[in-house]
């Protein structure tokens, strides 16, 4: 029970990775406060989360809106007891060719995966230096944070920005005893990327992607982020935890 008296922060919470990580972090003891767009979606993890015995509250929240973020993280720092971890995992993506973007399409990307990483994060580092005893943060960021794939400009950008901010956060906070990493999935299913597999050109062409020949599940994720969020991981700092089945290991010639 790695997370006993923690309390765990998670946005995006209730979609493929970040709803199985809630489960993992609420079976290693953690209180849970459960963030997404939709409150009501929010409030049904909340609650399956509670009937297997976990404890979880939820909160809406759109990762964009900054107000909301601080107001969000302080009500959870009271309403749990104690914040202790932070998972910034809200993300979204685009699939249309570089040429055919449109800026607004672009902004929307970066406004969520890295703005809305780096509000969170921000807020929540804020609450961890006024309670004094320091934290760990994971951000989601993604293979795409290493390597690019076609039509896809804006979350490759993104997700490279949220491989330099875990570092940047962690030179600046590391003083104050909290820890950032980052994780990188390879392709995993999830609602995100669901309708790869639906389509079976589509889906051969996952399998080749990795070494492995298969895509990732959640579980398989979720194991990363709560080694990164314990202290499991008390000497590891600014780093991207890949888990990619080979994606980036190489090419098959
Ligand atoms: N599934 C993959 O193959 C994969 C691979 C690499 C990285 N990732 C990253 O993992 C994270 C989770 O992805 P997933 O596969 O679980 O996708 P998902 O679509 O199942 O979940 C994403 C969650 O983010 C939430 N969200 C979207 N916009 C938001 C906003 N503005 N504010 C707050 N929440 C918002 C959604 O409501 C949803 O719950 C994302 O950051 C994604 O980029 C996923």
Not at 1 to 23: L, Q
Not at 178 to 185: K, Y
Request: glycine share 10%.
């Amino acid at each position: 029970m790695r997370f006993e008296d923690k309390g765990v922060i998670i946005t995006g919470a209730t979609g493929g990775i970040g709803r199985e990580t809630c489960f993992q972090f609420a079976a290693e003891g953690a209180s849970l406060a459960v963030t997404d767009l939709d409150l009501e979606l929010a409030e049904r993890l909340a609650a399956e989360i509670r009937a297997q015995g976990g404890k979880a509250t939820a909160y809406q929240l759109d990762v964009t809106d900054v107000d909301r973020t601080v107001e969000v993280v302080a009500a959870a720092a009271a309403d749990l007891g104690s914040l202790d971890v932070a998972f910034c995992n809200a993300g979204i993506r685009e699939i249309v060719p570089a040429q055919e973007l449109s800026i607004e399409e672009f902004r929307r990307v970066i406004d969520v995966n890295v703005t809305g990483v780096f509000t969170t994060a921000q807020s929540v580092a804020k609450h961890f230096i006024a309670a004094g005893k320091g934290g760990a943060i994971v951000n989601t960021a993604s293979t795409l944070g290493v390597v690019a794939a076609n039509a896809r400009c804006a979350y490759a950008s993104s997700k490279h920005a949220v491989v330099g901010m875990t570092k940047a956060l962690a030179m600046d906070l590391s003083l104050h005893n909290i820890r950032v990493n980052a994780i990188g999935p390879g392709v995993i299913r999830t609602p995100l990327t669901e309708r790869y597999f639906q389509d079976p050109e589509m889906h051969e062409k996952i399998k080749r992607l990795h070494a492995m020949g298969r895509a990732g599940y959640p579980p398989e994720i979720a194991k990363g982020v709560l080694y990164l969020a314990s202290e499991d991981a008390s000497f590891c700092t600014g780093t991207h935890l890949v888990i990619d089945g080979g994606w980036t290991a190489g090419k098959t010639m």
